[in-house]
């Protein structure tokens, strides 16, 4: 409870507390747990999605045009993309995650945009390719992770990951930042963690850092803290 409401607080600090107004949390699919404090409903990952979107409204979404295409690698059930459709109706967002999690994703975006264009495995199985052009077809793709390899270069304007590349072996972060899509994209949204395994406390079993994510590729807008990350909270019970 006081992650949720600290996290809270300072979400209003930044002042994305708007958007929180502005894009409340889907309550109605799924059947999530929805906190309730100083009049806002909201979960802690939905307040992670929304300042997400605040540092894409404020740096990348002027430069990426009316149509881009939107990659999000690791996108789970499809939160960012929800709101990136929601921002930018004619954008195209493709997921790409494990077949588990690109089903959930199937009936989250199907269900919250009932009349969008969605492109899943049975669509895409016998493609050798996919490029700019096919992906333009859709509002959605859902692209199993096995089907990564299939996406041209130039075919993506932003490719957005949350955490898990620092949580991957070093042989599938390799399959991911060495791929043609990902050096050819025009904009990176990624939080990730600075160092996958402090010597301290040896979390995901790999040697990655910030340096190997290739960013003097890149003209950096923005880098910074991940403000909702800053502490770590320990439970606590009282008679136990």
């Not at 406390?201 to 003097?216: F, I, M």
Request: aromatic content about 16%; hydrophobic content about 40%; glycine content about 4%.
């Amino acid at each position: 409870l006081r992650y949720l409401r600290e996290s809270l607080e300072m979400l209003i600090e930044l002042g994305d507390d708007e958007l929180l107004h502005m894009y409340p949390v889907p309550e109605d699919i799924g059947n999530p747990i929805i906190y309730q404090h100083k009049g806002y409903r909201y979960t802690f990952r939905w307040l992670r999605q929304i300042r997400m979107l605040s540092v894409f409204r404020k740096y990348l979404k002027g430069s990426l045009g009316e149509r881009p295409i939107c990659m999000d690698i690791g996108s789970g059930w499809g939160l960012f993309s929800y709101l990136i459709a929601q921002e930018i109706p004619q954008s195209t967002n493709v997921l790409v995650d494990f077949p588990e999690m690109i089903m959930l994703a199937h009936y989250f975006i199907k269900m919250s945009f009932p009349e969008a264009r969605i492109a899943t495995y049975v669509d895409l199985c016998h493609t050798d390719s996919i490029d700019r052009e096919l992906l333009q077809g859709y509002d959605f793709v859902l692209l199993p992770h096995f089907m990564f390899d299939k996406i041209k270069a130039n075919s993506t304007d932003v490719i957005i990951n949350f955490q898990s590349f620092a949580e991957m072996p070093r042989t599938w972060f390799n399959f991911y930042v060495d791929s043609d899509v990902f050096k050819t994209t025009r904009s990176l949204l990624l939080l990730n963690r600075f160092v996958s395994s402090p010597e301290i406390e040896p979390t995901y079993g790999n040697d990655l850092n910030v340096l190997d994510y290739s960013l003097h590729d890149f003209d950096v807008r923005h880098f910074d803290v991940f403000p909702l990350f800053q502490y770590v909270y320990e439970g606590w019970n009282r008679f136990f």
